[in-house]
């Protein structure tokens, strides 16, 4: 089974990429994009059986950072 874990900053946290991002687009003449925020994918192949209590220690212990960021899992 395929999980998909995204993984972006709370809202109020600084993002210092995003800003990189939005900096560089308006840099390429792109306008109109008001802000950007950056975050992350984490996508695995995980057995049937593995249950979502244990997806959800895996984000909390290791693939965010949950003082600063959130997650959202999809199976």
Not at 3 to 31: C, M, N, W, Y
Not at 39 to 63: H, T, Y
């Amino acid at each position: 089974m395929k999980v998909r874990v995204f993984v972006t900053l709370k809202p109020g946290v600084l993002d210092p990429q995003g800003k990189a991002i939005h900096h560089a687009l308006e840099g390429l003449g792109f306008s109109g994009v008001n802000g950007v925020r950056q975050g992350k994918l984490i996508e695995f192949d995980i057995d049937d059986g593995v249950a979502d209590e244990r997806i959800e220690a895996m984000c909390r212990q290791l693939l965010a950072n949950t003082v600063i960021e959130d997650y959202r899992i999809e199976r």
